[in-house]
């Protein structure tokens, strides 16, 4: 294959693999909210069968094998779309991949992209073992937490990558340095604005954290009120059982196991995490916004502050309405908005 056309496919493949690793990370969300993680309660097929078309025709031979846990067709099959879905974009992953590889001497590709893309596989690989521990050990929070990290530190390689492979010169013409004014203080500046950005991105990952450990123990709709809690500013909360992340195999934690006052704590940190998480991001972004010799970098900086008070607005609004599913589910879409424009206004920060 020509160098252009390796070039060009990867770049293809890595917009693809974006759109559909996006799509895989609503899918989980929708999946876990309508309660259809353990639609099937085997894997990675389906009672057995490869679809639950195929369960639906075998229904005696596996309510012998999952008596307590009867065939629901349409949580079946919202389980299996999402793994679907999830097939495909390991199989895109592994072909960028393979590609990376097979340039990497031919200079098509920057020899450092191999690394990001082998571990992109090796990522996904994870991500199919967490997939598996999810439905085996009964949604777990910690491992439905984790599968919930994975999954969006897979968006955040799949754009990195995007935004290296459509650079020249193996930097984003936006980015690596490029488009600062050293005589306007860029230099300086431009380190600055670097280490505020990556802090942003570590807090905004725990605060996704926090986010998917609200969701795996069913913790969202103890405070159907906002700004207050059950109204009250600071109710009874139990921060000692609330972050136990080892409670043993045997549990089915398919609606949740903790009672009230824990799932309240969880809930507050989640809120406390979403104050401080609004005020580092937006520090970052308009640090970025004041300085002149950024220019290049401010419309990714909007890109961040437009982000945040989009999620700000889903988040605030799903609790004033009840946690209607399709508010629910936007949020974990805000959520993976918002880490792409933070990191893709930290690669616009990043050295070539």
Known sequence: MAADSVARWMRRL???????GFTVVVLGAYVRLTAAGLGC??????????TPLG????THAHAAIYPGRPLEPGKAWREMVHRY??????LIIVAIAALTVGARRSRVVSPQLAPLTIALAVIVAFQALLGMLTVTWQLKPLIVTAHLLFGMTTLALL????????????????GGGAGFDPRRGGASSLAASRRLSLLALVVLAAQIALGGWTSS?????VCPDFPRCQGSWWPHADFRNAFVLWRGLDINYEGGVLDNPAR???????????LVTSAVLSLAAIFVLCRRGLAAARPRAWAVLAALALQLTIGIAMVLRAFPLWLATAHTAGAAILLLATLALLRSLSPR
């Open 14 to 20: 890595a917009v693809a693999g974006l759109l559909l």
């Open 41 to 50: 309660p085997d894997w990675p097929g389906c009672y057995g069968h490869l």
């Open 55 to 58: 369960a639906e025709q075998a």
């Open 85 to 90: 879905a999830a097939g495909t974009l390991a």
């Open 159 to 174: 754009e990195w990558l995007m935004l290296s492979l459509r650079s020249t010169s193996w930097a984003d013409t936006a």
């Open 217 to 221: 123990n069913y913790a969202a709709i």
């Open 264 to 274: 309240v704590a969880i809930h507050l940190t989640h809120r406390l995490g979403a």
